[in-house]
């Protein structure tokens, strides 16, 4: 039986629209989705948010250099996100926007608590600022800095506040103790390395509102302040929960979500998730998320990818890999190529073909081109009647049976996705097209049915391929949902549908492809011509 429907929630960082959809937003999107539905095939009750940032000093520029209201900028934008969601197949379970008024209303309520408890209060501040990222560093991180943005390049300039600050100094001691007991709570491993060494440092109080413009959540109390967009963004994990009134209906139907598994995000932002916002949660006595996953950034030729450079991965650019490779191969390519752990990654063309050709079209779908075929060949196209379960297995493979080791197999993909190791798990779900890969070499199928005498074997040798593949397609199907559920047609396979209710170890089990079953021609991946640079 699968495991109790367990809730569970996994998070993006919620966009600034003053920004177009690219390959970043993309990325951490994919990977929670894969995560999503890797979880929601294993029985889990999932719940996938992600959303846009709309207030802010960047917006209110941008929308007055355009001649319109930083609402309709924020419309426009946050409209153009929602729809990338859903050209990428994203099936996150909400959209949040920090200009909704469920937001907005719960963002105060928490204000007004955190004043009630004294970790809000009115102050005065001097301090280096970054202006681009509408932030405050310390001063041993300005000078480490060299008194330039990390971001931008551009020089952090002194500034001076009467604002209202969240006394995140009062936390420093609690913040270590519960980094030390919790090893886990930010990965990969180097960048928890990197947030308790800088907890050492000791911690400033951050300002959480402001002065200098007015797109933004008015403070209660006092209107011409307006709560900093970074506090006012971190928020949306916990307002579009409804946490602000925990006996409110929301609240009631989504509480049961939190704390999240992950908050993925990518590395520039892991300070306010992994210090500011687990110190807000415990002022206001809310649990700590499970983990904060910072992962890399994706790099372009070698080279950051900027706006005067040129060299962004935008939109119109995805668009044109999904209509030469389609969205399951850029599925693929940033599971398993991306920059999840502290190293960024180099987007190029080139490395994006060699992929796709070995690992799609070479592996994936000729396996299950190959398997398909000569069950079309020499069984009329349907699933032979033998017994595979008790099958030797390649000595090259390491198992006993082919039984066991897709079971072993399918537990182990499964507790890779549930563990954000993605890439790992599409490597394990991949072993088994491999090891029918050496099934097939090593015996000769195509050699055997030559003479009729050996058809009994050629019908026990298809049957493990054709059992082989489509287990390694129900393994796949968060990574690519639309070629694998093909693959599965093809094979007369149960749906993800039928999953969600039966779960993954029961889909993945051996000999669950009766003898008969259809079996058509699949070829899920074709070979495309080579990009010319
Ligand atoms: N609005 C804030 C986040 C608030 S969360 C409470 C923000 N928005 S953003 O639009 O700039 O998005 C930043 C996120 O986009 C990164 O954290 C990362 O998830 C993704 N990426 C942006 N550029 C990226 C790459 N080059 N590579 C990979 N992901 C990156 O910050």
């Known amino acids: 039986m699968p495991q109790a429907r367990t809730p569970v929630s996994i998070t993006t960082p919620i966009y600034y629209v003053n920004d177009r959809p690219h390959i970043g937003h993309a990325y951490t999107t994919t990977l929670c989705d894969v995560w999503a539905r890797a979880q929601r095939l294993d029985g889990r009750d999932v719940f996938f948010l992600t959303g846009t940032d709309e207030h802010g000093a960047k917006v209110e520029k941008s929308a007055r250099e355009r001649g319109i209201t930083p609402q309709a900028l924020a419309d426009e934008n946050s409209e153009e996100f929602r729809k990338v969601m859903a050209l990428f197949g994203l099936s996150n379970d909400d959209f949040i926007r920090t200009t909704e008024a469920r937001h907005e209303s719960q963002v105060k309520l928490f204000v007004q ?3 009630v408890s004294g970790d809000i209060y009115l102050g005065e501040f001097e301090g280096w600022y970054d202006e681009g990222q509408e932030e405050y560093v310390t001063d041993t991180r300005a000078k480490e800095l060299d008194y330039k943005s990390p971001i931008s390049g551009k ?3 002194r500034a001076k506040e009467h604002n209202y600050y969240f006394k995140l100094s009062a936390y420093a001691s609690k913040l270590e103790a519960f980094f030390d007991a919790h090893p886990e709570f930010v990965r990969p491993l180097g960048r928890f390395n990197e947030v308790r060494g800088r907890l050492r440092e000791g911690l400033q109080d951050v300002p959480v509102t402001r002065t200098n413009f007015s797109w933004g959540i008015g403070m209660p109390g006092a209107p011409e302040h307006v709560i900093y967009v970074w506090i006012d963004a971190l928020f949306n994990y916990a307002t579009a929960l409804g946490l602000a009134e925990p006996s409110g209906a929301v609240a009631r139907a989504r509480g049961k979500y939190w704390p999240p598994e992950y908050h993925v995000i990518g590395k520039e932002i892991l300070w306010f998730h992994a ?13 700590m998320p499970k983990c904060v996953y910072a992962h890399s950034f994706w790099i372009s030729n070698g080279q ?12 119109p650019t995805i668009e044109a890999y999904f209509a030469k490779y389609g969205l399951d191969a850029w599925r693929w390519y940033m599971t398993t190529q991306g920059p999840i752990g502290t190293q960024d990654a180099d987007f190029s063309p080139k490395h994006f073909h060699e992929i796709y050709t070995a690992q799609l079209v070479n592996t994936f779908a000729n396996c299950a081109s190959r398997t398909s075929s000569m069950i079309e060949k020499y069984f009329a196209g349907a699933m032979p009647d033998a017994e595979t379960a008790s099958m030797p297995i390649s000595a090259a493979v390491g198992a006993s049976t082919w039984s066991a080791f897709t079971e072993a197999t399918a537990a182990d993909v499964q507790k890779r996705y549930a563990n954000f ?5 599409a490597d394990a779900a991949l072993s088994v097209i491999r090891a029918v890969d050496l099934l097939i070499n090593e015996t000769q199928p195509f050699k055997l049915a030559k003479d009729p005498a050996n058809l009994p074997q050629v019908a026990r040798i298809l049957g493990v391929c054709a059992e082989g593949v489509r287990i390694a397609a129900v393994l796949l199907l968060p990574i690519m949902p639309t070629k694998c559920s093909e693959v599965l047609a093809a094979y007369g396979s149960p749906m993800e549908s039928e999953m969600a209710t039966g779960g993954v170890a029961e889909a993945a089990r051996w000999g669950r492809l009766a003898a008969g079953t259809r079996i058509s021609k699949c070829a899920p991946f074709m070979r495309v011509d080579a990009p010319a640079v």
């Not at 916002?277 to 002022?283: G, H, I, K, R």
Request: glycine share 2%; no cysteine.
């Open 155 to 157: 020089p952090l300039v």
């Open 275 to 287: 210090v500011v916002w687990p110190a807000m949660l415990m002022a206001l006595e809310i649990p």
């Open 113 to 115: 608590r955190l004043l």
């Open 421 to 425: 190791e993605l890439a790992e798990a």
């Open 304 to 315: 950051k990818m900027s706006k005067s450079l040129g060299n962004f991965i935008d939109l």
